[in-house]
């Protein structure tokens, strides 16, 4: 390839990842304030002032410009909680809090959930939500301890996500709050799983 092909090249790529996250950007806006369940590809094209057939050049359909917003907020996720086991005495907990911090605020995650069909594991966006959501459990077990070695301890670790998902949709609800639980109080409970065990 000739110097000028190489430099054409790059710039097709530079131009398309600048559109990309133009369109991302757009549909975060368009989420935040109309509800990442209410997002159409109508909006966001409008929203990011493209024809709304050249969304299709970059997302085949809502569901995976869904799985997209939710892999970046994986992505803030994950920097979170490592961030905050970095700085704090009780790594767990101080990543666990970060964590539903982060959750209790990003509905993308809550809505894309709904987007995860079988199907969508193949596709290019389905496989980057799985590998920042694989990073987020590796995140975890690090401030549980160490990896999680054995299929056990993954387990474990995957059981720890499950709640932490799940504290943060009671306490974005308010249901927690009802239940009369504070996150405090269910945090430091985080310290009885299998895995944390092992690893202290």
Do not use: C, W
């Not at 600048?18 to 975060?28: F, G, H, Q, V």
């Not at 970059?58 to 799985?67: Q, T």
């Not at 909680?81 to 959750?103: Q, V």
């Amino acid at each position: 390839m000739s110097p000028g092909e190489q430099n054409r090249l790059e710039r097709r790529v530079r131009v398309r990842t600048a559109a990309r996250d133009d369109i991302l950007a757009a549909a975060r806006r368009v989420a935040e304030r109309e509800g990442a369940r209410n997002l159409s590809l109508r909006s966001v094209a409008a929203e990011a002032g493209f024809a709304p057939a050249t969304l299709y050049g970059y997302f085949r359909n809502k569901d995976e410009l869904m799985l997209a917003l939710a892999a970046d907020d994986l992505g803030r996720l994950v920097h979170a909680m490592r961030d905050a086991a970095r700085e704090g005495e009780d790594r767990l907990t101080a990543a666990a809090s970060a964590a539903l911090d982060l959750l209790a605020n990003a509905e993308t995650l809550a809505a894309a959930s709904t987007a995860i069909a079988p199907e969508a594991n193949g596709s290019e966006m389905g496989r980057l939500f799985n590998g920042r959501l694989i990073a987020a459990l590796t995140t975890l077990a690090a401030a549980a301890g160490g990896p999680a070695e054995s299929r056990e301890s993954q387990t474990d670790i995957v059981l720890m996500g499950a709640a932490l998902a799940g504290l943060a949709m009671l306490r974005r609800g308010g249901r927690l709050q009802a239940l009369g639980f504070s996150v405090e109080e269910v945090l430091a409970r985080l310290h009885q799983f299998p895995q944390t065990k092992q690893a202290a």
